[in-house]
């Protein structure tokens, strides 16, 4: 009546892809990814820290900078993360740039609270402060991201 399973279980650790190749599940810890996650969210920050610098730096950006140049480099293993910005153009208001910073610095507070690293957390969280004291110097408020 019925043909038999001619595929392996999925219970035996192993999955034959459609292409044939076989891999083993999870390729990566929930560690691991929440790591990944966390210093993306903090490299785009340091990006956007980056361009904020640029026409007008100070030594609040400039130290937020290289604290999470550091904290990228040490999610990442060590590598140093890759810093450039592009000079003049169509840049954002800088209003724009400091509600995305502060989004960026939310969801980076987010996934360091989830694992547990204080460091970032806090770095998340002072540049969180940071920028909405920024808008609200501007006369805006801080939008959820």
Same mark, same amino acid.
């Given at each position: ?22 891999? @083993?599940? /999870? =390729? %990566? +810890?929930?560690?691991? &990814?929440?790591?990944?996650? !966390? #210093? $993306? ?5 340091? *990006? ?15 130290n937020a900078a290289v604290r999470l140049a550091q904290q990228v480099s040490r999610l990442r293993g060590g590598r ?9 153009? @169509?840049? /954002? =208001? %800088? +209003?724009?740039?400091? &509600?995305?910073?502060?989004? !960026? #610095? $939310? ?5 360091? *609270? ?32």
């Amino acid at each position: 009546m019925y043909e038999p399973i001619r595929t392996p279980s999925s219970r035996k650790g192993s999955v034959h892809t459609r292409a044939g190749i076989t891999s @083993d599940f /999870p =390729h %990566r +810890t929930r560690e691991e &990814e929440l790591d990944i996650q !966390l #210093a $993306g969210h903090l490299a785009a920050l340091l *990006a956007v820290t980056d361009e904020l610098r640029e026409p007008a730096p100070s030594a609040d950006l400039d130290n937020a900078a290289v604290r999470l140049a550091q904290q990228v480099s040490r999610l990442r293993g060590g590598r140093t993360p890759v810093r450039s910005v592009t000079p003049g153009g @169509d840049r /954002p =208001h %800088r +209003t724009a740039l400091h &509600e995305r910073a502060h989004s !960026l #610095a $939310g969801r980076a507070l987010v996934v360091a *609270a989830s694992r547990a690293d204080t460091t970032a957390a806090i770095l998340a969280a002072q540049r969180m402060d940071a920028h909405a004291a920024a808008l609200a110097e501007a006369g805006l408020t801080a939008t959820a991201g």
